[in-house]
């Protein structure tokens, strides 16, 4: 297994894009991420894994709450800054506004406000877990930024087509394990 592969692979997945905005000791740091989830609805927590080289990993153990910002299709702009490659001499318009949750991206999709949780090292990044405190819902049309493939995307939210109907399928069936 090499890292290219592994990237090429896993870049079929395709995630939102989102700002991670913290405020540690008093300065606010901002980065892109896509490596973000939900990890439990009982407490409500976040996951999100800065690399250990980026300027928000150098001083993780300030950081006491965070924001995951959502990013809207028409922010692409946002992500290409907060990531570190934007070209142009001006940044793009951006707001941070304070919150229930610490400061957030004015403007994104949805913003999900978090204490820290625990922070742990997993190979060249962090785990930061964050315990939710505070929700906040953008105004519609609700259309999430995407990533797949080393691209931005976009949801079509056209009609899709149905699932196949596998009632006539001879195979053995799976064997299905529900969590409850």
């Not at 709450?65 to 959502?70: A, C, H």
């Not at 999900?112 to 060249?124: M, N, Q, V, Y």
């Amino acid at each position: 297994m090499d890292s290219r592969q592994f990237r090429e692979i896993i870049g079929l997945y395709a995630t939102g894009v989102t700002i991670v905005v913290a405020e540690v000791r008093g300065q606010v740091h901002a980065m892109t991420a896509n490596s973000v989830t939900s990890v439990s609805l009982d407490p409500l927590l976040m996951l999100f894994c800065p690399s250990r080289k980026a300027r928000m990993a150098q001083d993780l153990e300030g950081l006491t709450r965070f924001s995951i910002n959502i990013l809207r299709q028409d922010q692409q702009a946002l992500s290409t800054y907060f990531a570190g490659g934007w070209k142009e001499a001006a940044p793009p318009p951006f707001k941070f506004v304070d919150s229930a949750g610490g400061p957030r991206l004015q403007g994104a999709l949805a913003t999900i406000g978090c204490r820290t949780h625990s922070i742990s090292e997993a190979g060249d990044h962090y785990l930061v877990l964050g315990e939710v405190t505070f929700l906040h819902k953008g105004i519609t049309p609700l259309q999430p930024l995407l990533f797949v493939s080393g691209k931005y995307r976009r949801v079509d939210f056209s009609e899709g087509v149905a699932a196949p109907d596998l009632a006539d399928v001879e195979d053995e069936p799976p064997h299905i394990f529900y969590d409850h």
